[in-house]
């Protein structure tokens, strides 16, 4: 059985699945793909002061989105997936959020 939530508000008044919504499902990425605007250095630097990585995580990311056009760099629950992909557009970088392959 799903995790349930009661949303009520004046219009509805029903419990929602959160499980069969996908909120709770871990199998979302946040892509960020390759732009013609922001330096290789500056991407470095975005992934080590945002995520943690170090520098040579970050630097093969980075190798990733400029080579492959993009690279996968959080995994996780959708929600969360999200908030990385808005940090990266505040950033001034281009990212999405995807159900992960296979899952």
């Given amino acids: 059985m799903g995790v349930m939530a009661a949303l009520a508000s004046p219009e509805t008044d029903e419990a929602v699945d959160l ?10 990425q946040t892509v960020v793909w390759n732009d013609p605007v922001n330096l290789m250095s500056y991407v470095v630097r975005v992934f080590r002061e945002y995520f943690g990585f170090s520098r040579e995580e970050a630097t093969r990311l980075m190798m990733a989105v400029h080579h492959d056009g993009h690279a996968v ?6 929600e969360q997936m999200e908030l990385h992909a808005q940090a990266m557009h505040d950033y001034g970088l281009w990212a999405t959020v995807r ?3 296979g899952a």
């Fill in 73 to 78: 760099v959080a995994e996780g629950m959708r």
């Fill in 19 to 28: 499980a069969a919504t996908g909120a709770l499902d871990p199998h979302w």
């Fill in 99 to 101: 159900r992960a392959p």
